[in-house]
């Protein structure tokens, strides 16, 4: 029955009382103090008393949760949350929502408040409606309880992992200074990285500043921190985020024009993802290839045999759920439709464009690169429609893009989305 003093020691604390707010004519302070360090059983009246006291009902002082079931409850969360569909975001909602009251400073207590707080942000952001039904749905005072559990167990860096959660909202924002900001301080507080966990926490801050600092057009400072951040991944082993670096290096080398070197880091990127064997880093390569053949490299007919390669493995071989797969067909199959414009093929690329319309999240600010992606899509419209006769439609479409990302940093989305402007006005 010692769980019964710790449930009473929880609440009471939860509720900012002291033992003397609990005592009463029918229970000492003496009493309470020895039931809650487990020294004495209390009879049912007493329990009956402390629970009018504590303004609960006297099953949340018996009910026992034990620190395994809270374990088994966590990593039943974290294999829902793995499926990134917001049905299984649901799922964890409701399976972690009732021991929220029931919690204590434990580590466990703080996982579980952490992973709350972050399905409650997924849910925000790729399902609103449902977010709005939550009742417990404001994420950031459960960032607050776990990050206060965490400073008391002297965990700095699950400290720091969270305030990289609070970084990456306010990118998802476009708030890029306060991005940096919060990055910036936990970089300073990490000062000790002798631990995989503490390794893996410096990539993670150093990964989230250098998308920041693209975003912000830095791409020289995004480049030193790069190289420095690559260096560190291979020296120590530890590869969190390693693939994206290796993305992110070779995406900046062809904006710049410097093709050479960027195949380098496709090369590398390549020969990772065959080692490791992942089938979401592997889906997002080949993704990324498509556009690149399509885009930078001027290689359509084989973006589009890459794109009809990667559909048949998708549809066949995959093991991703199916609304995820869908809404990468819808990506890939726009950009085989770019690649059939550029073979002024216009009839069949209008109808895949058609058929497959980007949709942007009106609930998430994209880095300025994502959004350049996607809506150059609607340059490549503008061709068809420019080709096909409807100039009207072809000018709007060209003006929609290049007044969308005139005002982000320079690319070379940018620079083809003012040659098509440039192209329709003429005609």
Same mark, same amino acid.
């Given at each position: 029955?010692?769980?019964?003093?710790?449930?009473?020691?929880?609440?009471?604390?939860?509720?900012?009382?002291?033992?003397?707010?609990?005592?009463?004519?029918?229970?000492?302070?003496?009493?309470?103090?020895?039931?809650?360090?487990?020294?004495?059983?209390?009879?049912?009246?007493?329990?009956?008393?402390?629970?009018?006291?504590?303004?609960?009902? /006297?099953?949340?002082?018996?009910?026992? =949760? &034990?620190?395994?079931?809270?374990?088994?409850?966590?990593?039943? *969360?974290? @294999? $829902? !949350?793995?499926?990134?569909?917001?049905?299984?975001?649901?799922?964890?909602?409701?399976?972690?929502?009732?021991?929220?009251?029931?919690?204590?400073?434990?580590?466990?207590?703080?996982?579980?408040?952490?992973?709350?707080?972050?399905?409650?942000?997924?849910?925000?952001?790729?399902?609103?409606?449902?977010?709005?039904?939550?009742?417990?749905?404001?994420?950031?005072?459960?960032?607050?309880?776990?990050?206060?559990?965490?400073?008391?167990?002297?965990?700095?860096?699950?400290?720091?992992?969270?305030?990289?959660?609070?970084?990456?909202?306010?990118?998802?924002?476009?708030?890029?200074?306060?991005?940096?900001?919060?990055?910036?301080?936990?970089?300073?507080?990490?000062?000790?990285?002798?631990?995989?966990?503490?390794?893996?926490?410096? /990539?993670?801050?150093?990964?989230?500043? =250098? &998308?920041?600092?693209?975003?912000?057009?830095?791409?020289?400072? *995004?480049? @030193? $921190? !790069?190289?420095?951040?690559?260096?560190?991944?291979?020296?120590?082993?530890?590869?969190?985020?390693?693939?994206?670096?290796?993305?992110?290096?070779?995406?900046?080398?062809?904006?710049?024009?410097?093709?050479?070197?960027?195949?380098?880091?496709?090369?590398?990127?390549?020969?990772?993802?065959?080692?490791?064997?992942?089938?979401?880093?592997?889906?997002?390569?080949?993704?990324?290839?498509?556009?690149?053949?399509?885009?930078?490299?001027?290689?359509?007919?084989?973006?589009?045999?890459?794109?009809?390669?990667?559909?048949?493995?998708?549809?066949?071989?995959?093991?991703?759920?199916?609304?995820?797969?869908?809404?990468?067909?819808?990506?890939?199959?726009?950009?085989?439709?770019?690649?059939?414009?550029?073979?002024?093929?216009?009839?069949?690329?209008?109808?895949?464009?058609?058929?497959?319309?980007?949709?942007?999240?009106?609930?998430?600010?994209? *880095?300025?690169?994502?959004?350049?992606?996607?809506?150059?899509?609607?340059?490549?419209?503008?061709?068809?429609?420019?080709?096909?006769?409807?100039?009207?439609?072809?000018?709007?479409?060209?003006?929609?893009?290049?007044?969308?990302?005139?005002?982000?940093?320079?690319?070379?989305?940018?620079?083809?989305?003012?040659?098509?402007?440039?192209?329709?006005?003429?005609?």
């Amino acid at each position: 029955m010692k769980h019964v003093g710790e449930n009473i020691k929880r609440i009471r604390t939860a509720k900012k009382m002291t033992i003397s707010d609990l005592a009463n004519e029918h229970v000492s302070r003496g009493m309470i103090s020895l039931i809650e360090n487990g020294k004495t059983q209390p009879s049912i009246e007493r329990l009956h008393h402390i629970a009018v006291q504590l303004d609960v009902d /006297i099953t949340e002082l018996v009910e026992e =949760i &034990s620190k395994e079931k809270l374990r088994s409850k966590i990593n039943e *969360a974290f @294999e $829902l !949350l793995n499926r990134h569909d917001v049905d299984d975001v649901l799922a964890t909602i409701s399976l972690l929502q009732p021991l929220l009251k029931k919690l204590d400073q434990s580590y466990e207590a703080a996982r579980i408040y952490e992973l709350y707080a972050k399905s409650l942000y997924h849910l925000y952001v790729y399902s609103n409606e449902a977010y709005l039904k939550i009742e417990e749905n404001k994420w950031e005072q459960y960032v607050e309880k776990a990050i206060a559990i965490y400073v008391n167990l002297q965990m700095e860096w699950r400290v720091i992992k969270l305030w990289l959660f609070l970084a990456n909202i306010e990118f998802r924002r476009a708030n890029y200074r306060e991005t940096i900001a919060i990055i910036d301080e936990g970089l300073d507080n990490l000062t000790i990285k002798d631990s995989l966990e503490t390794k893996a926490t410096y /990539i993670e801050l150093m990964f989230g500043k =250098i &998308s920041t600092l693209i975003s912000m057009g830095e791409t020289l400072k *995004a480049h @030193e $921190l !790069l190289d420095e951040t690559i260096d560190f991944s291979r020296m120590n082993l530890v590869f969190i985020n390693y693939y994206s670096l290796l993305n992110m290096k070779a995406w900046l080398y062809y904006d710049e024009q410097k093709y050479d070197e960027a195949r380098k880091y496709v090369a590398d990127a390549t020969s990772f993802v065959q080692l490791v064997k992942k089938e979401d880093l592997f889906i997002e390569h080949e993704g990324t290839k498509i556009l690149i053949e399509e885009f930078f490299e001027g290689n359509y007919e084989n973006a589009i045999q890459l794109e009809s390669e990667f559909e048949r493995y998708l549809l066949n071989e995959s093991t991703i759920q199916d609304s995820i797969k869908e809404e990468i067909m819808v990506f890939t199959r726009n950009v085989k439709a770019r690649a059939l414009t550029r073979l002024a093929r216009y009839e069949e690329a209008q109808t895949l464009f058609k058929e497959n319309q980007i949709v942007m999240n009106d609930f998430m600010e994209m *880095a300025p690169l994502d959004v350049a992606i996607r809506e150059i899509s609607k340059s490549y419209e503008a061709l068809c429609h420019f080709h096909l006769g409807d100039a009207a439609k072809a000018q709007q479409l060209a003006r929609h893009v290049v007044d969308k990302l005139h005002k982000m940093p320079y690319s070379s989305f940018y620079h083809f989305a003012r040659e098509v402007l440039a192209d329709v006005m003429r005609g």
